[in-house]
Nanobody
Framework: QVQLVEFGGGSVQAGASLRLSCTAS????????MGWFRQAPGKEREFVAA????????TYSDSVKGRFTISRDNDKNAAYLQLNNLKPEDAAVYFC????????????????????????WGQGTQVTVSS
């Protein structure tokens, strides 16, 4: 059993920054992919960012590219999401996700943003942004 837990959410004003953390517990595993998704009230969960095991590949949704940064620390079994220049439209519950199975080289880019490709999910952490 693998559990993911997110921390770092909060209420901020537009333009502020937050740093979200995701830690894994339970059985020892190596997550090939760690990702962040978010879900705003009344909206479907959407992809935010993802990172591969070696951190050599990172991908972001167009809406956050240039403002958010994903990173990971495999020794700590953790992933992070730095949210800069937050906008009201960024307000959502942010979820951490992990995929254990390796994706064939060259195919990762097309799968990293798909919710269905992830195996484990956290409970989410709330981010509120006021203008």
């Amino acid at each position: 059993q693998v559990q993911l837990v997110e921390f770092g959410g909060g209420s901020v004003q537009a333009g502020a920054s937050l740093r979200l953390s995701c830690t894994a517990s339970g059985r020892i595993f190596s997550a090939y992919l760690m990702g962040w998704f978010r879900q705003a009230p009344g909206k479907e969960r959407e992809f935010v960012a993802a990172i591969t095991w070696s951190a050599n590949t990172k991908t972001y949704s167009d809406s956050v590219k240039g403002r958010f940064t994903i990173s990971r620390d495999n020794d700590k079994n953790a992933a992070y999401l730095q949210l800069n220049n937050l906008k009201p439209e960024d307000a959502a519950v942010y979820f951490c996700a992990a995929r254990e199975r390796v994706i064939t080289p060259g195919h990762a880019e097309g799968l990293m943003g798909l919710e269905s490709e992830y195996d484990y999910w956290g409970q989410g952490t709330q981010v509120t942004v006021s203008s």
